[in-house]
């Protein structure tokens, strides 16, 4: 997981291609909005086998010839519990249940599913594959992706394995993949139809997949990256800032890039630290001709950045990467910053700004003298920041800033928040210099290059994250969209402001 963590943010901001990848807000909303049916792969080369009514006596056979084969498969269970996906509890005709009762039976799943899994179930496959009637409202505010299926095997209703098999060959494999509706109780499906179904796709160089891996949304939860450190060109000459560098992912980034004879500033609130890991470092590579150097500062107290940028400064007079590694996160909510704000605030987004507000010049003047896009701010941000906001985003009018939440994660998601939004504006103000703004959520392990869309993309964070996604209801003006890019203008105001006072400090 760290490593992945690391050459993903390596890919951000040292891949060649500037091409956008999607944001997880951009996936959902484009792809699968909560409340909406997929009936079929939304990509070619792909098969997502899908089982309903289980689990029964041939389950184990079917996982067995699935595992054996090195295929996917999807589950959608029923009755008792235990899987991946999930029908309802009893297997009713959910199109003529009410709302209410639809509720009931969901939620008595969910509960189980908490209860064995720790977490509840994404994807609803109804029975009957009914969607009418309460359904798809009941699954827009349950939050839940409905999937149908865009084949019928016909094995309910007594077709044989290969009538069944017929129906896959008139609908081809070519184009974008097919989604199946089959039983795993019946064993002409288990030990016929599906060994057939994996040979059949191994000879049109379709590959078995999940329901969520047949679609872009599966780029929220990626493979291991094809981009690694050995990847990573020759960086002499080149100058990287990395905060939190003298741990976790940090360190490895500065590891990596060092290795690759890059200057390295290893940016941490302890000197004892950064001297730790620069000694370490140093005897991993010893042959690296790059340079390490200390940054001590402290993000949470904006008067350390303004000397930590004048040292650095005197030494060097180029930056080609600012890497915003550096966070806190789940901090006891009473905890503050030095200036007094709240600490993931501070620490997250505060801080950050500062920093790259006093770097600017250098990047400017990197960027000019400097293949065009080579000169990049990588800004670490978060998918938790697709809970934003929980409850409504509350704005202390009287102090100009956000309030103190009693949650602490509800904290650092507006943290994330802010990230994501001082991102795409140095995005906008920086395009015309050759310098890229981008996005790094390390919990998704997704890039983001924000360019012509970006305003999208922020508009799409905005409407995703303020309506009843997350079982909030809006209540006034404040809970609404208009709400939500309200706060984040006041936020970034807010953002600003502080920083700039701190640098005067």
Known sequence: MLVNSVVAVLSCALGASAAAIPSPIDLIRRDHPLGTVITKCTKPGVLALAFDDGPYQYTQKLVD???????????????????????????????????????????????????????????LRPPYLETYGSVMNVARQMNYVVVTNDIDSGDWNNQSPQQSQQRFIQAGAGGNGHIPLMHETYDSTVSVLVPWLINWAKQNNLRLVTVVRMSTASQMFPPCPKFTD?????????????????????????????????????????????????????????????RLE??????SDLTTIKPA??????????????????????????????????????????????????????????????????TRIVWVASIMALGTPKGGIVWDTAAGQPSLLSDSFANYMQSKAGVIFLAHEYAKQLKKTGIISMIHAAHGEFGLAIFDGGAQFVTGAMEFSSGNTFGTTARNASHSRLGWYRYLIKANRFIVRMAQSGSRS
């Open 65 to 123: 010839t699935l595992n054996a084969a090195g295929a996917k498969g999807t589950f959608f269970f029923t009755g008792t519990l235990y899987g991946q996906k999930v029908q309802v509890v009893t297997h009713p005709h959910v199109g003529n249940l009410g709302a209410s009762q639809l509720q009931t039976e969901l939620t008595r799943l969910e509960d189980a599913y908490v209860n064995i899994f720790g977490k509840k179930p994404a994807y």
């Open 230 to 290: 050995k990847d990573v060109p020759d960086q002499t000459g080149k100058v990287h800032i990395v905060t939190g560098g003298a741990s976790g992912i940090g360190f490895e980034l500065a590891r990596i890039l060092y290795q690759k004879n890059a200057t390295v500033y290893i940016a941490a609130r302890s000197e004892d630290r950064i001297t730790s890991a620069i000694k370490t470092i140093q005897e991993k590579c010893q042959n690296s001709k790059g």
């Open 294 to 299: 200390a940054m001590a500062l402290d993000l």
């Open 309 to 374: 940028v004048a040292k650095f400064m005197a030494k060097d007079e180029r930056l080609d990467v600012l890497f915003h590694n550096a966070g806190v996160m789940a901090t006891p909510v009473e905890s503050k910053s030095a200036q007094g704000h709240e600490l993931q605030m501070a620490t997250n987004a505060l801080g950050p700004f500062l920093l790259t507000k006093l770097l600017e010049p250098v990047l400017l003047h990197t960027a000019k003298h400097s293949s065009s896009g080579s």
